[in-house]
């Protein structure tokens, strides 16, 4: 029976450490990035394919994306200072488009999925244009 006890403690400490690694597997802006266009690819597909299901799918990925961890979060805001609101603004736009899109799609309403989808793309090749490399740059830096 003494034999037990230890193994029930190597399983506690396994279950930690499971929830240690869970914790840093926090996904990167990168690969919140990374997700991002499977989503954008997903609503393109569902257009192409008037399948407003997938469409909808796509947009639900886009409006519920990962929030961007603290320690980057940080990290952007210093980089960033006074133009951190017009960062935050940006992604802001981008849910609220991809809101409408996936409102649009459970419509079924093509001509509204589409200007949605276009002024998306817009947000995410606008905040590209005014920080991707310099953020990109400030982060490759990170421990
Ligand atoms: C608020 C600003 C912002 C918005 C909005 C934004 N991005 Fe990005 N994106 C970035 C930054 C910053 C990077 C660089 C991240 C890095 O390299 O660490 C990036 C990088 C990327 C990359 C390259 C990832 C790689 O493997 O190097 C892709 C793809 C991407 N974004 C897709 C999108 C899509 C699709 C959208 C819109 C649905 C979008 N982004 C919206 C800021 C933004």
Same mark, same amino acid.
């Given at each position: ?14 279950? $930690?450490?499971?929830?240690?690694? %869970?914790?840093?597997?926090? *996904?990167?802006? #990168?690969? &919140?990035?990374?997700? =991002? ?22 947009? $639900?990925?886009?409006?519920?994306? %990962?929030?961007?961890?603290? *320690?980057?979060? #940080?990290? &952007?805001?210093?980089? =960033? ?22 409102? $649009? ?39």
């Amino acid at each position: 029976m003494t034999r037990r006890k230890p193994l029930h403690s190597i399983s506690l400490l396994i279950f $930690a450490m499971s929830t240690i690694v %869970a914790t840093a597997a926090e *996904p990167s802006l #990168k690969e &919140i990035m990374q997700d =991002l266009r499977d989503n954008l690819v997903e609503i393109t597909d569902g257009l192409l394919v008037d399948d407003f299901e997938r469409v909808a799918r796509g947009a $639900a990925g886009v409006a519920q994306h %990962a929030p961007i961890s603290a *320690p980057q979060a #940080k990290q &952007i805001a210093a980089a =960033l200072g006074p133009e951190m609101p017009a960062f935050k603004q940006f992604d802001e736009q981008v849910h609220a488009l991809s809101l409408a899109i996936a409102s $649009a799609a459970s419509d079924q309403d093509r001509d509204a999925v589409i200007v949605n989808y276009r002024r998306m793309v817009d947000g995410c090749v606008a905040c590209h244009a005014a920080f991707k490399e310099r953020v990109a740059a400030v982060l490759s830096k990170s421990p």
